[in-house]
T-cell receptor, first 112, second 115 residues
Framework: GQSLEQPSEVTAVEGAIVQINCTYQTSGFYGLSWYQQHDGGAPTFLSYNALDGLEETGRFSSFLSRSDSYGYLLLQELQMKDSASYFCAVQSENTGGFKTIFGAGTRLFVKA | DSGVTQTPKHLITATGQRVTLRCSPRSGDLSVYWYQQSLDQGLQFLIQYYNGEERAKGNILERFSAQQFPDLHSELNLSSLELGDSALYFC??????????????FGPGTRLTVL
């Protein structure tokens, strides 16, 4: 079957760096995405990794290791507005077509 | 604003009823996805359409069905509603068929409450 695991909650202080890990189990893996969702809002795309390595977009970076079925989202210079839920999502292809499976989400609390 | 619109924003109905949720994708996007998000839960992929054709199916119940029309808007039909169907239903759109290498843009969601 397919599964994703990410921590349920992470707390960090303003200005710090936080890493949110995601491990997955799937066949037909294509890539790993990260989405941010504020309370009451819609998910918004942050990053996508199809190849091993680090992708950097401003304060946010995402890493993928296909051999380890592992990725992480790195948030630097944390701001209060970064308090939100962060979802990793695996894209895969199987007999049912392409699918995106989301993790249960990691709730990030940023403290002053 | 992602450019994806969903109506209605809120829907309150009774068990056993049937409702239709509507989604208009971003201009130029051919793929539409439907997701269910229950309270404090992750996003559950339901189904994807690409240019009018069903592309991929997730954990969609038999009581649920969807379609994508020639103008690319999509509707999600939920029937014989149960209390457990209460959730946020999101629609997302993307340019490509696979939705793998391109971004999915999410609409604001429809909050369904079944009483």
């Amino acid at each position: 079957g397919q599964s994703l695991e990410q921590p349920s909650e992470v707390t960090a202080v303003e200005g710090a760096i936080v890493q949110i890990n995601c491990t997955y189990q799937t066949s037909g893996f294509y890539g790993l995405s990260w989405y941010q969702q504020h309370d009451g809002g819609a998910p918004t795309f942050l990053s996508y990794n199809a190849l091993d390595g680090l992708e950097e977009t401003g304060r946010f970076s995402s890493f993928l290791s296909r051999s380890d079925s592992y990725g992480y989202l790195l948030l630097q210079e944390l701001q209060m507005k970064d308090s939100a839920s962060y979802f990793c999502a695996v894209q895969s292809e199987n007999t049912g077509g392409f699918k995106t499976i989301f993790g249960a989400g990691t709730r990030l609390f940023v403290k002053a | 604003d992602s450019g994806v619109t969903q109506t209605p924003k809120h829907l309150i109905t009774a068990t056993g009823q049937r409702v239709t949720l509507r989604c208009s994708p971003r201009s130029g996007d051919l793929s539409v996805y439907w997701y269910q998000q229950s309270l404090d839960q992750g996003l559950q992929f339901l189904i994807q359409y690409y240019n009018g054709e069903e592309r991929a199916k997730g954990n969609i119940l038999e009581r649920f069905s969807a379609q994508q029309f020639p103008d690319l808007h999509s509707e999600l039909n939920l029937s014989s509603l149960e209390l457990g169907d209460s959730a946020l239903y999101f629609c997302a759109s993307s340019v490509e068929a696979s939705g793998v290498t391109d971004t999915q843009y999410f609409g604001p969601g429809t909050r369904l409450t079944v009483l």
